[in-house]
T-cell receptor, first 112, second 118 residues
Framework: GNSVTQMEGPVTLSEEAFLTINCTYT??????LFWYVQYPGEGLQLLLK?????DKGSNKGFEATYRKETTSFHLEKGSVQVSDSAVYFC???????????FGAGTRLTVKP | GAVVSQHPSRVICKSGTSVKIECRSL??????MFWYRQFPKKSLMLMAT?????????EQGVEKDKFLINHASLTLSTLTVTSAHPEDSSFYIC??????????????FGPGTRLTVT
């Protein structure tokens, strides 16, 4: 079946530190991959996405590369800010089938 | 584009009453809408999938008589929590998929509704 596994949190970093949140997936076919961010008390916002192998999604300094060989879509940011504190969800959407699967979420706290 | 709204954003109701949550696609027509529930510090749990004009498909373990879903138009789906109890308190999030090439391959999420049952 289709599933997503992401690293457990919480993750606590100092401002300007490098961030990596690991995400691996299991899927049949060629899924699209997403990272969503959820700020306290709010819904999900799409952060970035990639629809095929080797695509790199990027937004607001975050980036993730769709790696088919390692079935991974790790989220990275070179220098985090306090405002990046949120919960990050990795998600998978099988091609042309909207049976979206979410990872458990990783809570990130950035301290000044 | 591709904005989804939810109303209300927060609602408090008394145990035993019913509450309705609306999900609207503001600038596109949504053939399919999804309802999720999120428990504190947990991931999203899909409750049901609704297609315009037909009955919703509920996930295993979700009571369809308790969580009534209506998708009466291409821009509106409603979730009614009937005879609510404190254990129904949660964050409910909807999402929608459009029917044109620009909105067909991604779910667009609403901002969520916080339900508190006292």
């Amino acid at each position: 079946g289709n599933s997503v596994t992401q690293m457990e949190g919480p993750v606590t970093l100092s401002e300007e530190a490098f961030l990596t949140i690991n995400c691996t997936y299991t899927a049949t076919g060629y899924p699209s991959l997403f990272w969503y961010v959820q700020y306290p008390g709010e819904g999900l916002q799409l952060l970035l996405k990639a629809t095929k192998a080797d695509d790199k999604g990027s937004n607001k300094g975050f980036e993730a590369t769709y790696r088919k060989e390692t079935t991974s879509f790790h989220l990275e940011k070179g220098s985090v800010q306090v405002s990046d504190s949120a919960v990050y969800f990795c998600a998978l959407n099988p091609y042309n089938n909207n049976d979206m699967r979410f990872g458990a979420g990783t809570r990130l706290t950035v301290k000044p | 584009g591709a904005v989804v709204s939810q109303h209300p954003s927060r609602v408090i109701c008394k145990s035993g009453t019913s509450v309705k949550i609306e999900c609207r696609s503001l600038d596109f027509q949504a053939t399919t809408m999804f309802w999720y529930r999120q428990f504190p510090k947990k991931s999203l749990m899909l409750m049901a999938t609704s297609n315009e004009g037909s009955k919703a498909t509920y996930e295993q373990g979700v009571e369809k008589d308790k969580f009534l879903i209506n998708h009466a138009s291409l821009t509106l789906s409603t979730l009614t929590v009937t005879s609510a109890h404190p254990e129904d308190s949660s964050f409910y999030i909807c999402s929608a998929i459009g029917q044109d090439p620009e909105t067909r391959y991604e779910q667009y999420f609403g901002p969520g509704t916080r339900l508190t049952v006292t």
